[in-house]
């Protein structure tokens, strides 16, 4: 596939032209046309819809987590919690945080990127919007392939790390962690292909004039980030296929009576883990380098200290994975080494924070919901840095590690950064991806209910943890001091649950409330900075009805805005007059597609034939053999289908779009 | 818990902290990192403190700036919506200065780490006393080598590590199946216990008492059962513990009818013999044990040991530390290792409802997976594997007189 411009923009596909290779590939299928109902969402190659199926996907598994979540919090809520199993417990912390990593935040930071950057830099899709539509299937393949084994036996119980030998057959006998195995290759090559193909669109998709130092932070971070997959991911994967060969074949790899190092398994597995840390805080990173700026209306300061604080963060994330092995018997010039390049990275992450203060100084701030959640991150994450800095103290860390500690640390990180963040960015570009805004009144108290339950539930872990409450413990005693500070703990957790409730009350709400009004949303309801707030909303299927010229960073800003004779910023242009329509003319689409879902079909297949019975992976090879024809085979586009894509917003949706009359509201911010 | 450290732990939760000061007030934390009582602890401490101290003051600042920033630039509701604030996109001068002092800080927080990390991997003193600390599902075993040949034969125990206080205990930690870590946190941090591996560490008391800990790496089923206690005695009076360790209980004739030897018939006939080692009992079974009482058979115990019982009236717990084997009253912790070594002492400090629960099913007190699995299990590809052995002790299906027997029979072995 070629990725040269051709004359119809740079945006433009290859097309198939009907000459060369078949139009219905093997026969199978007719090339889907539909552009509504369910069957437009599983033959999708839009990046928009394959994005809102991400986020979608992500908040189902999210509930299942927190689900689990609270299993833990009850069975712990007193010592010696009966609700729970020993059995059971492991089950459910395990795929806690198996499911909380790899089914919700690397995901919905997945379905942000992929709704997003297409939009930022001025695309019409990504690089390769079939790959995009597998990644999904394949992602969705794997997070249901893994919470089978709820319903076929025993789910995995060998904590989302999986140290070895304990991973072996010979101390978990049952099916659990073949399908913790089977179902991350698969998430796993989620990951990996739309690594490869959102770095393709970051680097050769851009609007024309967009340097890659005029592309906004969300989009850089999301660079950093999928590079960071890129490289990450295959040694996971390569770990549990060097697993799967020793409990299904007696490979011996991990076996220590055969020899091995059960070590192995831990560097494999940090080496990939701790760049992990950083796939899912730099998306949530990028999201409140987008809000704090808009609601401070002020440009982010130090953008290119943000770009290359992200960028040392990057790389500086390979060298520190040991830090998650001080106790593990490596040698005193290793943990030294790792000691100190662990307290290097607190610097570049502490350049951000006090960046986005600075970007807060000075300006005109407004107190939406997703300027709450952004100031929410960037307090609730400095606290979770900082006591990762006194881990990176190493004697510390060998009386901190594997206590409550640790767990207070990352949950300060990975929910009061990522997830806060995240929050953050469905509140803000909500109206942006379904053509309302969330309710911002709910919104706040849903923020505020939110931050408690979470310092109620995690900050008492912090004095647990120096306590001495170990972790992964499915009961304690009484007479150790944990009593009081798990019971608030516990309270805190329920509140949490509480807040979630009351986000998807608010979707519901305001979804409602928008179908009653008939209303047209604004394309640029908040004033903001970067090329997304110029298409119509909801996003038009073709995203921009021409590709805009960029001069500078926060392009579509400096549209509105110039500056008077004596340097003071100045409103130059009404904001409806420069955002587009969503009118358009001979856009040529990428054509939907049933191969990618039939691809990652296949793949859970060969999965469970590994586990039950050899004689399915044949099935599931030859389906996926096929599906790889299948979509070798098929012209990108569908010729013979109507040119004109133009003003379909996302199905489901029957709200009229920008190209009709209806006048757009001025930005919402100025009522 | 230092007063600055305190500042730290708490700060964070000042909100939830207000509600609450009253909570854990009397109750003991025996597993606290911040009241070192041994020299490694205190190293560690007087390194974290000072960090946790820093983090405190950045946090303090931090936190302040995101409550006090917005609030200041905050919109006023009769702001004009177009009068826009000044553009500043950056200031390199001030922006270096923020990369370089945070650099500085971390600088000089790295090298009082590299000095301790140096400090603490020193080699054991002269003279320190030699113990492996072996990790198995799930409990702990104790070995010592006393005389300083190498090999460490001379005390097997398990659960309470027993040692002399104010000298350097020079630990070699190792584990039979998985990945286990051992933490007696007032002595010192903790260190993995790795199959197939040998590591160094050491411990001090200060002085005699006792010292909670538990192993901290997740290593299946108990893991939160495998507790473990660090025993210090005085250097007499751990003289007097090595002696008494290294003796042989005693066998009963054929024609001994009382309740001790009946029990001592049913340990030997029953499958309890197949895996405890009784010094002067079955240690020298060679067709079960090899030389350093590993169990043959490798399906009765997937680790190939169980704990020695020859001196389990000298411990102070059972089942990996889960359950008190001396009850924890005055009476009974003032008499230490020593309390069944007299009749009175066994009569008021013996936990006899707990030991006999668990003679009467141990899977029901503790979560074991005795059993070799048979059902729904990986492995019909895989002929290494094969079989499943059995992890922790299985019921016994004992009768109620064949239990009371046997306490009879372990009360003797002090």
Redesign the interface.
């Known amino acids: 596939m070629s990725l040269t411009p051709t004359e119809a923009g740079p945006l433009a596909l290859p097309t198939g032209n009907g000459r060369g290779p078949a139009r219905n590939p093997l026969g199978v299928f007719s090339r889907p046309r539909t552009t509504t109902g369910w069957r437009s969402w599983v033959t999708t190659v839009d990046h928009k819809k394959i994005g809102i199926m991400y986020g979608a996907a992500a908040l189902v598994f999210f509930v299942i987590g927190g689900i689990e979540a609270l299993l833990i919090r009850v069975q712990l809520a007193t010592p010696s919690g009966q609700l729970l199993?020993?059995?059971l417990y492991?089950q459910v912390f395990t795929m806690h945080g198996t499911t909380m990593v790899f089914l919700v935040v690397m995901p919905i930071g997945s379905a942000l990127m992929n709704y997003l950057i297409p939009l930022q830099i001025g695309a019409r899709d990504v690089a390769f919007p079939r790959l995009n539509a597998f990644g999904f299937w394949v992602f969705l393949a794997g997070g249901l392939m893994l919470n089978s084994s709820w319903l076929l036996?025993?789910a995995p119980?060998?904590?989302w790390f999986n140290?070895a030998?304990?991973n072996?057959?010979?101390?978990?006998?049952?099916?659990g962690?073949?399908f913790w195995n089977m179902g991350l290759i698969m998430t796993g090559l989620a990951s990996l292909t739309g690594a490869i193909n959102l770095i393709v669109t970051c680097l050769n998709m851009r609007a024309p004039g967009m340097t890659l130092m005029k592309m906004p932070v969300f989009t850089w971070m999301a660079l950093v980030t999928q590079f960071l997959l890129l490289f990450a991911i295959p040694v996971l994967t390569s770990a549990q296929f060097l697993l799967m060969f020793d409990?299904?074949?007696?490979a011996?790899f991990f076996?220590?009576e055969?020899?091995?190092?059960?070590?192995l398994w831990e560097h494999l597995f940090w080496i990939f883990g701790h760049p992990e840390v950083y796939i899912m805080i730099l998306p949530a990173f990028g999201v409140v380098s987008e809000i704090i700026p808009v609601f401070?209306?002020?440009?982010l300061?130090?953008?290119?200290?943000m770009v290359f604080s992200g960028i040392a963060i990057g790389f500086m994330g390979w060298g520190v994975w040991a830090h998650h092995m001080f106790?593990?018997?490596i040698?005193?010039i290793s943990?030294?080494a790792f000691?100190?390049s662990t307290?290097?990275i607190?610097?570049?992450t502490?350049?951000k924070?006090?960046?986005w203060?600075?970007t807060?100084?000075?300006?005109?701030?407004?107190?939406s919901t997703p300027m709450l959640f952004a100031?929410g991150l960037?307090?609730m994450f400095?606290?979770g840095g900082?006591?990762g800095?006194?881990h990176?103290?190493?004697?510390?860390?060998?009386?901190?590690?594997?206590?409550y500690y640790i767990v207070a640390h990352f949950h300060y990180v990975l929910f009061g950064g990522a997830l806060l963040g995240f929050l953050g960015g469905f509140y803000f570009w909500w109206p942006k991806a379904f053509g309302y805004a969330l309710d911002d009144k709910l919104g706040k108290v849903n923020f505020w209910v939110i931050l408690?339950g979470f310092?109620?539930t995690f900050?008492?872990m912090?004095?647990l943890g120096?306590?001495?409450?170990?972790?992964?413990?499915?009961?304690?005693s009484d007479?150790?001091?944990f009593?009081?500070?798990n019971f608030?703990s516990t309270i805190g957790a329920f509140i949490i649950a509480l807040a979630v409730v009351m986000f998807f009350a608010n979707i519901v709400v305001s979804r409602r409330r928008a179908r009653a009004a008939a209303k047209v949303m604004a394309a640029d309801p908040w004033d903001g900075r970067s090329l997304e707030w110029m298409v119509p909303s909801p996003t038009p299927e073709h995203n921009f009805d021409e590709v805009p010229v960029i001069t500078q960073f926060d392009d579509f800003w400096h549209r509105k805005?110039g500056e008077d004779d004596k340097g003071?910023?100045?409103?130059i242009a009404a904001t409806a007059d420069v955002v587009q329509t969503g009118d358009a003319t001979d856009v040529h689409l990428p054509s939907p597609s049933y191969w990618p879902l039939v691809l990652a079909a296949g793949l859970p297949i060969v999965g469970y034939g590994l586990?039950y019975n050899?004689w399915l992976c044949l099935v599931g090879g030859l389906f996926v053999i096929a599906a790889i024809y299948g979509l070798t085979l098929e012209p990108a586009s569908d010729d013979e289908a109507p040119h004109d894509h133009g003003g379909h917003g996302p199905a489901g949706d029957d709200t009229t779009t920008g190209a009709e009359a209806a006048p757009e509201q001025e930005a919402a911010?100025?009522d | 818990?230092g007063a600055v450290a305190r500042v730290r732990?708490?700060a964070?939760?000042a909100?939830?902290g207000l509600?609450?000061g009253c909570?854990?007030a009397l109750?003991?934390?025996?597993?606290?990192?911040?009241e070192s009582e041994g020299p490694a602890?205190r190293?560690?401490q007087n390194?974290?403190v000072p960090?946790?101290a820093a983090?405190g003051v950045?946090?303090v600042i931090?936190?302040a700036?995101?409550?006090l920033?917005?609030l200041k630039?905050?919109?006023k509701d009769d702001?004009d919506?177009?009068?826009?604030?000044?553009?500043?996109?950056?200031?390199?001068r001030?922006?270096i200065t923020?990369?370089i002092v945070?650099?500085l800080i971390?600088a000089v927080?790295?090298v009082a780490?590299?000095v301790?990390?140096?400090d603490?991997?020193a080699d054991a003193e002269e003279g320190a006393l030699k113990v492996e600390v072996i990790g198995q599902?799930w409990w702990w075993e104790y070995r010592y080598d006393l005389d300083g040949d190498g090999k460490f034969d001379e005390i097997t125990t398990a659960n309470d590590l027993v040692i002399p206080a104010e000298r350097d205990i020079d630990l070699t930690?190792t584990a039979r199946?998985?990945?286990h870590?051992f933490?007696a946190?007032k002595l010192?941090?903790?260190?993995?216990a790795?199959?197939?591996?040998e590591?160094p560490w050491s411990i001090e008391a200060d002085q005699p008492g006792e010292y909670?800990?538990?192993?901290?790496?997740?290593?299946?089923?108990?893991?939160?059962d495998m507790r473990i206690k660090v025993i210090a005695l005085s250097e007499e009076d751990f003289a007097i513990w090595a002696e008494g360790q290294q003796e042989a209980a005693r066998r009963y004739g054929e024609s001994d009818t009382s309740p001790a030897a009946e029990g001592y018939r049913v340990f030997t006939q029953q499958l309890c013999s197949s895996c405890h080692v009784i010094n002067g009992v079955n240690a020298g079974n060679r067709e079960r044990f090899t030389p350093n009482g590993r169990i043959k058979d490798r399906s009765l115990q997937?680790s190939g040991y169980a704990p020695d019982l020859t001196h389990l009236m000298s411990r102070t717990t059972f089942a990996g530390g889960k359950f008190l084997l001396r009850k924890a009253t005055p009476f009974c912790e003032a008499l230490g290792v020593d309390w069944a070594d007299d009749p009175e002492g066994r009569a008021r400090c013996l936990n006899r409802a707990a030991l006999e629960a668990w003679l009467r099913n141990p899977p029901a007190q503790k979560?074991m997976a005795p059993d070799q699995?048979t059902e729904?299990?990986?492995?019909q590809?895989?002929?290494?594997?094969e079989p499943?052995?059995a992890?922790g002790m299985p019921n016994l299906e004992l009768s109620e007189d064949q239990i009371d027997q046997l306490v009879a029979d372990l009360e003797t072995l002090e």
């Open positions: 199993s020993a059995d492991n036996g025993h119980d060998g904590g140290y030998p304990n072996g057959v010979a101390f978990s006998p049952h099916h962690i073949d409990r299904l074949f007696g011996n076996n220590v055969a020899g091995a190092d059960p070590l401070s209306r002020k440009p300061f130090g953008y290119p200290f106790a593990s018997g040698g005193p943990v030294a000691s100190v307290m290097f607190a610097v570049p502490g350049v924070v006090l960046n203060l600075a807060m100084w000075g300006g005109k701030l407004r107190f100031i960037v307090s400095t606290i900082l006591s800095v006194t990176a103290v190493s004697p510390s860390d060998t009386q901190q590690t594997d206590t408690i310092n109620m900050g008492p912090h004095i120096l306590q001495g409450m170990p972790r992964r413990i499915y009961t304690y007479g150790y001091g009593n009081f500070w608030v805005y003071r910023p100045v409103r586990i050899l911010l100025v | 818990m732990t708490f964070p939760l909100m939830v509600l609450a909570g854990d109750d003991r934390h025996p597993q606290t990192m911040f602890a190293t560690i390194l974290s960090v946790f983090a950045v946090f931090i936190l700036a995101c409550l920033v917005p630039f905050r919109a702001d919506f177009d009068e826009i604030p000044k553009q500043v996109h950056g200031n390199t001030l922006e923020w990369t945070p650099a971390m927080v790295g780490t590299v301790t990390i140096f603490l991997s599902q930690i199946d998985v990945i870590s933490w946190p010192n941090g903790k260190r993995d790795v199959p197939g591996r590591h909670l800990g538990q192993c901290t790496e997740y290593c299946g089923l108990a893991h939160a997937v979560p699995e729904g299990i990986v492995g590809l895989n002929p290494m594997t499943i052995g992890r």
